[in-house]
């Protein structure tokens, strides 16, 4: 049985447009971002969404209450942890070997407190499990993070997780996923 994930980036922030890693900081949408996030009712109109699940930061609430009323927060929905690289531009960013050694390889190495892409992997397959026994062949829309949903994407619909640095996703961009549990194995 098939899911249809409707994979949603919040809309736009300050810390988007300024280039900033902001992972666990809780920041509003942007006048842009609010914009952003109420045209998703109309790209959505045509989907019976059956579950609309957020990160608990208020970027993806304010995006996520503009497609329905019954919002779940999931913590396993968040942004990867920057640790001391959080609200730091990568141009701030000092310890140039070990940002090129996260570019280079993030499924082992993680910033100085922060999360690694094996980390980030565990718990978003915790909750595609979850939501596939959940809402079989129902549609389920997701609000999430650049970070989250590139993976998801990478890993689900290109097969090819070496795409998680190149893919893009833009704030208050959405795709759209089918999975069903075998795709998970």
Known sequence: MTTTLLLIRHGETDANVQRRYIGRTDVPLNATGLAQAAELRAAFS???????YHSPYQRTLA?????????RAD???????????????????????HLYSWYDD??????????????????????LHDILARHPEQTVAAVS????????????AHRDTTL??????????????????????
């Open 46 to 52: 045509e989907h019976r969404i059956a579950a609309i």
């Open 164 to 185: 998680f640095h190149t893919l893009r996703l833009p704030p208050g961009g959405h795709a759209i996923l089918k999975l069903s549990e075998g795709d998970l194995r």
């Open 75 to 97: 913590e396993r929905l968040a942004e990867l942890h920057f640790g001391a690289w959080e609200a730091l531009t990568y141009d701030e960013i000092s310890e140039r070997d």
């Open 106 to 127: 993030p499924w082992h190495f993680a910033p100085p407190g922060g999360e690694t892409l094996q980390q980030l992997d565990l718990r978003l397959s915790s909750w």
């Open 145 to 156: 993070h650049g970070g989250p949903l590139r993976w998801l994407l990478a890993k689900y």
């Open 63 to 71: 995006t996520a209450a503009q497609l329905g009323e019954e919002l």
